[in-house]
């Protein structure tokens, strides 16, 4: 249980995960986006944008991976900011996947998403809330 409170473990696996996630955004986010959508008719004006978007999508994964990695050295109570931070930043991703998975119904992201995501949100919050310096290092 001590390397789940490790904030140096949490920050190190978030950023890797918003890294990976910027690169797949850079490199065929538009195509994927566009090609989910069948019903409707995507013009290369429209693939266009929604390129353009998911480019600076990449970039703000990009910012935030590496501002996370940046973090790992942190010890508490420094690091408790970041780690209840980074919780409520997932929770209000949770919030829209909800909203998005109302609204399109299918096409929308499903049930196993949002519930991972409500297990990355759990993670932070709690090494955050109830963590004391339990480093292992």
């Known amino acids: 249980m001590n390397v789940l409170m490790n904030p140096k473990i949490i920050f190190i696996v978030f950023g890797v995960i918003n890294i990976l996630h910027g690169l797949g955004f850079l490199f065929g986010g538009g195509e994927v986006f566009t090609g989910s959508i069948s019903t409707l008719n995507i013009t290369e004006e429209t693939n266009s944008v929604v390129s353009f978007v998911m480019e600076i999508t ?19 109570p420094e690091a ?33 998403g949002i519930l991972i995501f409500v297990i990355l949100a759990i993670w932070p919050l709690y090494a955050g809330i109830k963590g004391k310096n339990t480093e292992s290092d």
């Open 58 to 76: 990449a970039g703000f994964n990009f910012i935030l991976g590496i501002t996370l990695l940046s973090c790992r050295n942190l010890k508490f």
């Open 80 to 112: 408790k900011n970041v780690l209840i931070g980074l919780g409520i930043g997932i929770i209000i991703m949770v919030a829209l996947a909800i909203k998005h998975h109302i609204d399109w119904g299918d096409a929308g992201p499903g049930i196993i």
